[in-house]
């Protein structure tokens, strides 16, 4: 008996400090992200072109500026000219973000263009193919079976009207 309240004593110091763990965790992160961020600027977009090297859309006050960073160097390239109506579209279209009608959407679009050029290379499309190849199947297991005309007798001897 005592070793089960040894074991469980041992689960609720572990469980509370897993607990207080992720507490700190929780508490340290968001002082940490707020810090990080800037009141008046705000890296709107970033775009990786390379192994380390990134172009990045800031936003700072009411103007954007496009910046090259490369391993320890940044550097300015030139303001950019962005309409505020289009960057209040933007940031609600992501705002709005729905992976999964935007993947059937592909997949759809995917779809369509593999039947189109099946048909313009005068090939079916692959379901068509299959059912086709069930049906050939089908007809051959008719004609194997119409040949064989067996009959069973009831103490389960086969007869054959073969010689």
Do not use: C, W
Not at 91 to 106: G, L, M, P
């Amino acid at each position: 008996m005592t070793d089960f309240l040894q074991v469980f004593g041992i689960l609720i110091v572990f469980g509370a400090l897993l607990f207080l763990a992720f507490v700190t965790t929780k508490y340290i992160g968001t002082k940490a992200g707020k810090a990080m961020r800037g009141r008046y600027v705000s890296i709107v977009e970033s775009v990786s072109i390379g192994l380390d090297k990134q172009l990045h859309l800031v936003k700072a006050g009411h103007q954007y500026v496009l910046i090259a960073t490369s391993g320890k160097t940044i550097q300015y390239l030139t303001t950019v000219e962005i309409d505020e109506a289009e960057d209040i579209e933007s940031s609600e279209s992501t705002a709005a973000f729905d992976f999964r009608s935007i993947f059937e959407n592909y997949l759809q679009t995917f779809k369509n263009i593999g039947k189109t050029q099946a048909r313009k290379q005068g090939k079916e499309p692959q379901e068509t193919l299959e059912a086709s190849k069930f049906r050939q199947n089908l007809k051959k297991l008719r004609s194997i079976s119409g040949s064989y005309r067996g009959e069973i007798k009831s103490d389960g001897d086969e007869t054959t009207n073969e010689k």
